[in-house]
């Protein structure tokens, strides 16, 4: 079973390891952080936002909450450990966000962004119920990359 744990500046160096190379990095991030790669300095921006850990046992994953509008809540900074991918732990881990958005805040509508390269990261989001609601283009080391912002529909 997942739980939730608040984020502690001391987890940067572990989100950091399971950012195993430039792609990962800039589908988990769109590069809000810095370019790649990036230090436990530029992650310290992290400190600032709603972030949680997500554990079984251990901690397996990562995600931040913030709220864009008023009753509006975006997850963000998605991520997995490598050795937890393909488990269904992802849906398990945007549960847990859902749950608790829904148990602390008066809320209309739970949104999230993702790339249309990141087909495992898409597929887990619509298994747990997001549709696509709008497209953009993001520009990602002078490449355009193709993405999609998502809405849980109930």
């Given at each position: 079973m997942l739980s939730l744990r608040r984020y502690e500046e001391k987890d940067g160096e572990t989100i950091l390891s399971w950012i195993q190379d430039e792609d990962t990095y800039y589908k988990w991030s769109?590069?809000?952080?810095?370019?790649?790669?990036?230090?436990l300095n530029h992650?310290?921006?992290?400190?600032?936002?709603?972030?949680?850990?997500?554990?079984e046992e251990k901690e397996i994953g990562f995600f931040t909450i913030r709220s864009p509008e008023k009753n509006v809540y975006r997850i963000g900074f998605v991520i997995l450990d490598p050795k937890a991918r393909g488990k269904?732990?992802?849906?398990?881990?945007?549960k847990c966000a859902i749950q608790y958005i829904k148990t602390h805040y008066p809320v209309e509508r739970i949104t999230l962004g993702?790339?249309?390269n990141n087909?495992?990261?898409?597929?887990?989001?619509?298994?747990?119920?997001?549709?696509?609601?709008?497209?953009?283009?993001?520009?990602?080391?002078?490449?355009?990359?193709?993405?999609?912002?998502?809405?849980?529909?109930?």
């Open positions: 769109a590069g809000i952080l810095g370019t790649y790669p990036i230090t992650f310290k921006k992290i400190n600032d936002m709603e972030a949680f850990m997500v554990i269904g732990l992802g849906a398990g881990l945007i993702v790339f249309l087909e495992r990261a898409l597929r887990c989001y619509q298994k747990v119920g997001f549709k696509e609601i709008s497209k953009k283009e993001v520009n990602i080391n002078n490449l355009i990359w193709q993405g999609i912002d998502m809405e849980l529909s109930e």
